[in-house]
């Protein structure tokens, strides 16, 4: 493993009962980077995610974090271990209160005890604080996207997941995303894999690029040298 690496995927092969969906599926996470994979819809991105995490079972493969093993282990200890997830389309409880979401995320800390204060959340994302009281549901689709972010970075994870946070929101909640995710890298240190469809959102945020297809990484490179326009052509059909 790569010095700087501090999530990696080798190898990985994971079905959904008979179907296979990930073929033999590497990657690698750089610490203080944002790894971004890309691919049409149906190549096994969220399935790559939800392996990670432990709600697919691998057949075949290792996943790491650091120099620990996390393969096999339950998915809320791969929580504990330190990795944060915020899944496609965000899922809020849309009964329980702003603060309550957020509080949800604290199941993932060894102790209960937040890595990532409340305070900070609403530093990061003042519109929390304001709609603190309200029901989950009551808020718009980007609002409810950085109540899922922050759900996820209130265990304190050193990597988190996020599986296309701009799906089906506004393009100026989007951008403020992307700061928020280069922010917590610059000032947390978080290392992030995100996957996503928008490739001029992707190219602003990220520093490493995947392009995935049928269930495996078939292009890699930094994001200063990746060749888009083969992407736009595959991601276009
Ligand atoms: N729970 C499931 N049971 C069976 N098949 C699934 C399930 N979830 C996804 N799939 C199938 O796995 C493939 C990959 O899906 P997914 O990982 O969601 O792709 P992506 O996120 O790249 O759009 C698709 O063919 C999809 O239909
Ligand atoms: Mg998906």
Redesign the pocket.
């Known amino acids: 493993m790569h010095q700087d690496t501090i999530l990696s995927v080798n190898r990985i092969r994971a079905s ?2 008979e ?1 296979t ?1 990930l073929w033999g599926a590497d990657l690698s996470v750089r610490k203080g980077c944002v790894t971004t994979v890309m ?10 995610l ?1 392996t990670i995490m432990g709600l697919v079972k691998v057949k075949e493969g290792e996943i790491r974090l650091g120099d620990r093993d996390i393969t096999h282990l339950p998915s809320y200890q791969i929580a504990r271990a330190g990795i944060g997830y915020v899944p ?1 389309g965000r899922e809020i409880l849309p009964r329980l209160s702003v603060y309550e979401n957020l509080r949800l995320g604290l199941e993932a800390s060894p102790q209960y005890k937040a890595g990532i204060s409340e305070e900070e959340i609403y530093t990061l994302f003042p519109i929390l604080k304001e709609f603190r009281r309200r029901p989950g549901g009551n808020l718009s689709g980007g609002q409810q996207q950085q109540l899922a972010i922050g759900r996820a970075l209130i265990s304190g994870p050193s990597v988190l997941l996020l ?2 946070p701009t799906e089906g929101i506004q393009p100026s909640i989007a951008i403020e995303i992307g700061n928020i995710l280069r922010r917590l890298v610059a000032e947390k240190g978080i290392s992030v894999l995100l ?1 996503e469809q928008k490739i001029d959102f992707a190219r602003h945020v990220t520093d490493y690029f995947y392009f ?1 297809d049928r ?1 495996k990484m078939v292009r890699e490179g930094e994001a200063g040298t990746f060749d888009f326009r083969e992407l736009e052509e595959h991601i276009a059909v």
């Open positions: 959904y009962g179907s969906i691919g049409r819809n149906g190549v096994g991105k969220t399935t790559l939800k496609q599986d296309e996957v995935m269930g």
